[in-house]
């Protein structure tokens, strides 16, 4: 069969959280060449009432993988919330890629028939819509929210960063 919300989410999911990575490695190599210490970066934030940098990471890893667990008709594992180095936040980026690497592309054969049902209280809404307005919007305002953090914070980085292995596909 057809899977075409494969297609749409694990391809772009793998290359956010690849980016996020990546952004994570030049804001500790950016702090380490002026002799900072690269973890006290997780704490920072846009503003007072924004998640920090460390929530922007662990936001980004649960959609990515809440979404390609829903899609896949499976419900995603639950990461606890406690990384504390730039370190530990690149493991969290690799055990959500891992994850999303378990699915086969067959389990998401049906995904546009499928209903999403969030956790959260809001309403029941088929797959695609899952995904498109809401899924994809998340994990991308995360990663640019974690961008815009360590630009604040100094790190030179650019648009080529945010948009990384795009410019190849």
């Known amino acids: 069969m057809n899977a075409p ?7 772009v999911f793998r290359q956010m959280l690849d980016t996020l990575a ?3 490695r030049k ?3 950016h702090a380490r060449e002026r002799g900072l210490d690269p973890d006290a970066m997780l704490a920072a934030r846009l503003a007072p009432d924004m998640l920090t940098l460390v929530g922007q990471v ?8 809440g979404a390609a667990g829903r ?4 419900e995603p594992p639950p990461f606890a919330d406690d990384e504390q180095s730039l370190a530990e936040a690149n493991v969290r980026i690799s055990r959500t890629l891992d994850y999303i690497d378990t699915l086969p592309v067959r389990a998401f054969d049906r995904a546009a028939e499928r209903i999403v049902i969030l956790p959260f209280g809001v309403p029941p809404m088929p797959a695609a819509r899952y995904l498109y307005g809401f899924a ?18 100094g790190v030179p980085l650019g648009k080529r ?7 190849s596909l």
Request: aromatic share 12%; charged share 20%; net charge negative.
């Open 22 to 24: 990546d952004l994570l």
């Open 27 to 29: 804001g500790e190599a």
């Open 5 to 11: 919300l494969y297609d749409a989410s694990v391809p």
């Open 136 to 153: 994809l919007p998340s994990l991308f305002f995360h990663v640019t929210t974690a961008y815009a953090i360590l630009r604040h914070r």
């Open 58 to 65: 662990q936001r980004a890893s649960d959609h990515a993988k």
């Open 71 to 74: 899609l896949a008709g499976l």
């Open 161 to 167: 960063d945010f948009l990384g292995n795009y410019l």
